[in-house]
């Protein structure tokens, strides 16, 4: 047995005695090059009622909707997806740092959208529905999500006085790389003038804000490609690039391949 189990273990306990699917979500991967959990907990796809039907509006409501809530929220909330499911979702932060969401549970919700396939209405059907308490649950999130953050803590995969400066240009990225933004936006937000501002994230992470905003446009590009069929002039405008042409060479410029050869070896 191990001395101190981590969240891993904890997660399969949480499900065993509960009944409830825990999936961790973190658009900046920290909990991955961590290898804090098993690669399978970090994606949804694998509830069949979440597989089923799976596109970009599961990835624009799980990874980029509810990670702007979870900015503004201070403990667990409960959620419900375009599909009509509903889970709770729990910041995990530390300090004033957000490093991503623990959702736990997976409820059928009132109406549910039209068109999807009939995997997903017979995987529906053998859910159940939301309680009409959550507050039991909430306190047993809240304290799993404290449980991994106390984790990365004693085992030193997590500073106990992160930058302030750099978690918060971190978190305007991920806020705002699909929105036309600039250097100035940033200044703005760090109460700082442009030229300090431009010092200060070259310092920060070594390249300018400009290589910082491509790069998170392309990560979320990544999670398009991968994860749904849309057409790749839609993913350039849903992740702020000119057209297709600007972001497959962008693309090609930081990973080295095109984004349909990524999407070919990623479905491969």
Known sequence: ??????????FRA????????????????FFNRR???DPMRCSHRRHPAC???FDERCIRHCRYAMNSRCLAEEGPFTAVCWKGLAQIVTPLRYGNVHYGMLYAGLWRNGETASGLPGDFYRS??????????MAALFALCRLAADGVMMHLLKTRLL???PDERSARIAAFLREHAAAAVGLED?????????SRTSFVVKQLFGKSFSRLLQAERVERARHYLAGSAEKLHDIARECSFSDEFHLSRVFRQLTGITPS???RRHRS
Not at 5 to 10: S, T
Not at 22 to 29: G, M, P, Q, S, Y
Not at 186 to 194: D, K, N, P, Q
């Open 51 to 53: 597989r089923a039907g």
């Open 124 to 133: 529906r059907e053998q859910l159940p529905e939301l309680p009409e308490s």
């Open 159 to 161: 500073e106990t006085v």
């Open 186 to 194: 940033l200044a703005r937000e760090l109460g700082l003038s442009r």
């Open 261 to 263: 050869e990524f999407r």
């Open 14 to 29: 949480f499900e065993q005695l509960l009944g409830l699917p825990v999936t961790v979500i973190d658009n900046a991967h």
């Open 35 to 37: 290898a804090v959990f």
């Open 1 to 10: 047995m191990e001395r101190h189990p981590g969240p891993e273990a904890g």
